[in-house]
């Protein structure tokens, strides 16, 4: 069946640097791919829809500066969180559609990944 | 804007109970509802799927019912184990967009 990975898991980085978070469509495209945030004990958040070949739509309060999103390919975007703090700690995880109509829409999620800032 | 509860926070019963968690939502124009599983430090698994036409879904020793006229779905866990403590969420899509409830924390006491 449809499987979206997203790559890395786990990663620990420094305060200051920039991360890259992967998620790929491994057997269907996927024109629009959606991230989300989920802080301990809240539920999660979409932060942005990830449009194909066009500039990604932010959700109100999240900075398109601090969390930059590329979808060059119908099977991949990538997520990037320049200039990490600790408050950008957070477990982020995205989506991809399956179908061909809004009723019929299946979502598969990556597996998420972890992000420890220190 | 779509607003979806889980009730309750946390839940702890003996092996073998069976066990019910419950999810409401505002809008009650949605297109399906799927529960999904988050097992501390992983990812999430997803469960079940409710199309917005359908009014339950079985999987194994998980039902989910849904009602859209109320705005609630259930999840019902039957003959619950050890093995399935974990934060259960629900989650009702208005499109593309999924909105996400806080969740269950579950545990099932040996």
């Known amino acids: 069946g449809a499987v979206v990975s997203q790559h890395p898991s786990w990663v620990i980085c420094k305060s200051g640097t920039s991360v890259k978070i992967e998620c790929r469509s491994l057997?269907?495209?996927?024109?629009?791919m959606f991230w989300y945030r989920q802080f301990p004990k809240q539920s999660l958040m979409l932060m942005a829809t990830?449009?194909?070949?066009?500039?990604?739509?932010?959700e109100q309060g999240v900075e398109k500066d601090k969390f930059l999103i590329n979808h060059a390919s119908l099977t991949l975007s990538t997520l990037t969180v320049t200039s990490a703090h600790p408050e950008d700690s957070s477990f982020y995880i995205c989506s991809a559609n399956l179908g061909t109509g809004a009723s019929g829409n299946t979502i598969y999620f990556g597996e998420g990944s972890w992000l420890t800032v220190v | 804007k779509q607003e979806v509860t889980q009730i309750p926070a946390a839940l702890s019963v003996p092996e073998g109970e069976n066990l019910v968690l419950n999810c409401s939502f505002t809008?009650?124009?949605?297109?399906?509802l799927q529960w999904f599983r988050q097992d501390p430090g992983k990812g999430l698994t997803s469960l079940l799927l409710?199309?917005?036409?359908?009014r339950e879904q079985t999987s194994g020793r998980l039902n989910a019912s849904l009602d859209k006229s109320s705005g609630r779905s259930t999840l019902y866990i039957a003959a619950s184990q050890p093995g399935d403590s974990a934060t259960y969420l629900c989650?009702?899509?208005?499109?593309?967009?999924?909105?996400f409830g806080t969740g269950t924390s579950l545990t099932v006491i040996p």
């Open positions: 989650a009702v899509s208005g499109g593309n967009q999924f909105y």
């Open positions: 057997d269907f495209q996927a024109t629009t």
């Open positions: 809008d009650s124009a949605i297109y399906n």
């Open positions: 990830s449009n194909e070949g066009s500039k990604a739509t932010y």
């Open positions: 409710i199309q917005s036409s359908q």
